[in-house]
């Protein structure tokens, strides 16, 4: 199987979830530094850092699903539960990170299943690649783990 640069994507990948990227913390690292006290606090023009986190998994699911091949005509940009309504008793602070952890690692096992020959392989109804979406998830992730470092620090953690 040819798939140096999918195991590079994936070392990337895990490098921004768990290890020591060339930003700063990691995915978890940040986020396991977050009191759950707080993470339900939603300061003015902003997401709560729970939404925030339960948004990073809903486009983890939606990337697995396109790389499963599972994706509908309309589920892009139409993501199912893409900024969903939390609930404290259900949506805990542990339970986020589980399921975030989990989404994860069930994305690379996934993408370990898979050859180089697909990261050049538009998805279904869009102008981009497999390459583009899973760099596009790690910007992502990283993008939104500094709105929470944003609102840890806004709220003197």
Do not use: C
Not at 110 to 127: G, V, Y
Request: glycine share 6%.
């Amino acid at each position: 199987m040819n798939n140096k640069e999918m195991q590079s994507i994936i070392r990337n990948m895990d490098n921004v979830m768990y290890h020591q990227p060339w930003y700063g913390d990691a995915v978890m690292v940040m986020l396991k530094k977050i009191h759950p006290a707080v993470v339900y606090i939603n300061p003015p023009h902003s997401h709560a850092a729970i939404e925030i986190v339960y948004h990073m998994i809903a486009w983890m699911h939606f990337t697995a699903d396109a790389v499963n091949g599972t994706i509908r005509e309309g589920d892009i940009g139409e993501i199912p539960a893409n900024w969903r309504g939390i609930d404290p008793k259900v949506h805990t602070w542990n339970a986020a990170l589980e399921e975030l952890e989990q989404t994860h690692k069930k994305l690379v096992a996934l993408l370990e299943t898979k050859d180089d020959a697909l990261l050049s392989q538009k998805l279904p109804n869009r102008e981009y690649n497999y390459r583009f979406l899973l760099n596009g998830l790690m910007q992502h992730n990283i993008y939104h783990l500094g709105q929470i470092a944003f609102l840890k620090n806004l709220l003197g953690e």
